[in-house]
């Protein structure tokens, strides 16, 4: 799949910018701040319908204007075809068309242009936050699996509002009385999620350690190791069964609760581990060894939505590549010989060998 041509109107720091794609590598260049990651923002927004940066649609429309307009013509599933996105700087909902036809979810622009991005942060995810981790495989679940992008929005709503009554209950004790029905929701809900990441995790960590053993030269044994909840004890059991699991752990935490005014645990905790020859990488794994890790996670997030579109997706590499040594950047630039790829980076120089180079000044491409 190809990203043909880009439209980009009232767009972060871009009033009006139409360009063309090689469909191969695409080197995008200029100085700090002049909208490179803004571009590649753009291109995995018009996708997904997912932003890597903004808490809100309204942060991605430029400054005074009152919408900002998206679109891409695509080479996809062996067609043309054509995607859109309307955001509005107030809180009117967005609006998405695909082939020139509204459409009512991002479920239905799904898988004609998935993206894999990797940026400077994705480098050391493997020792940061757990909130990183889940990002990472929400983010490549909700391509791969619309389903599982409607569940998490369930999922997410319904937390929100059981956050609401743990808090209000101090000012009306009588609000409890819905917190049963609330948990059961979330524990159906939640059920799904654990079933989708453990399989996705399971298929991530097989890839990934391919890629891991390559660069090692086989001197490393990569395993990733999903981590949910204490009373699932096999993620990959019936969605009833996991049901069941949930509602117990939240029955056993429910005075604790109570008592901190929190949704203390449930998949929304969920995290996962990466081990080398057995050993913690968040725990005691070098730089090097982490960086390399995750260059690995993210060549098997690519190569699993190749799998399943049947094509590459394309890869969004955001100045990371300025972030490795040379052995690393090898490795990956040996990686993407095939499908399309887009690079930023200030130094043009160390990369132009590599296809069309497009520089950005100020939300303008420089001739």
């Given at each position: 799949m190809n990203l043909n041509k880009l439209s980009l109107r009232d767009f972060r720091n871009y009033v009006n910018l139409n360009l063309e794609f090689d469909s191969g590598v695409n080197l995008i260049v200029g100085q700090n701040a002049q909208g490179k990651t803004n571009l590649l923002e753009g291109i995995g927004y018009l996708g997904s319908g997912k932003s890597f940066r903004a808490q809100?649609?309204?942060?991605?429309?430029?400054?005074?204007?009152?919408?900002?307009?998206?679109?891409?013509d695509i080479t996809a599933q062996n067609r043309q075809q054509t995607l859109r996105w309307v955001l509005f700087s107030g809180s009117r909902p967005r609006m998405a068309y695909r082939n020139g036809a509204k459409k009512k979810s991002a479920a239905e622009m799904a898988g004609v242009l998935p993206s894999v991005l990797?940026?400077?942060?994705?480098?050391?995810?493997?020792?940061?936050?757990?909130?990183?981790?889940?990002?990472?495989?929400?983010?490549?679940?909700?391509?791969?699996?619309?389903?599982?992008?409607?569940?998490?929005?369930?999922?997410?709503?319904?937390?929100?509002?059981?956050?609401?009554?743990?808090?209000?209950?101090?000012?009306?004790?009588?609000?409890?009385?819905?917190?049963?029905?609330?948990?059961?929701?979330?524990?159906?809900?939640?059920?799904?999620?654990?079933?989708?990441?453990?399989?996705?995790?399971?298929?991530?960590?097989?890839?990934?350690?391919?890629y891991h053993g390559q660069f090692s030269g086989g001197a490393e044994e990569f395993t990733l190791q999903y981590k949910t909840v204490s009373t699932v004890t096999d993620p990959f059991a019936p969605v009833e069964v996991l049901r069941g699991q949930l509602e117990e752990h939240l029955e056993s935490h429910y005075r604790a609760e109570l008592s901190s005014m929190q949704c203390l645990t449930g998949p929304h905790k969920d995290d996962f581990d990466v081990d080398l020859n057995g050993i913690s990488l968040k725990s005691y794994g070098s730089q090097g060894q982490t960086r390399t890790a995750a260059?690995?996670?993210?060549?098997?997030?690519?190569?699993?939505?190749?799998?399943?579109?049947?094509?590459?997706?394309i890869l969004l590499l955001d100045d990371v590549l300025s972030e490795l040594d040379a052995k690393r950047q090898d490795f990956v630039l040996n990686q993407i010989d095939k499908g399309q790829v887009f690079i930023t980076c200030c130094e043009p120089e160390r990369f132009t060998r590599l296809g069309k180079t497009i520089e950005i000044q100020q939300g303008q491409v420089r001739s």
């Open positions: 809100r649609t309204a942060e991605m429309v430029r400054f005074g204007a009152e919408f900002a307009d998206i679109q891409g990797f940026c400077p942060e994705d480098l050391m995810v493997l020792r940061a936050g757990a909130a990183q981790r889940r990002r990472l495989g929400d983010h490549a679940l909700c391509q791969l699996r619309p389903n599982y992008d409607a569940a998490l929005a369930e999922y997410n709503r319904i937390l929100d509002q059981k956050s609401r009554i743990l808090k209000d209950k101090e000012e009306n004790m009588s609000v409890l009385a819905i917190l049963p029905e609330y948990n059961a929701r979330l524990c159906q809900v939640g059920a799904l999620l654990i079933s989708y990441r453990a399989r996705f995790y399971d298929s991530l960590g097989k890839a990934a350690a391919v260059i690995s996670l993210k060549l098997a997030q690519r190569e699993l939505m190749a799998r399943e579109y049947g094509e590459d997706p």
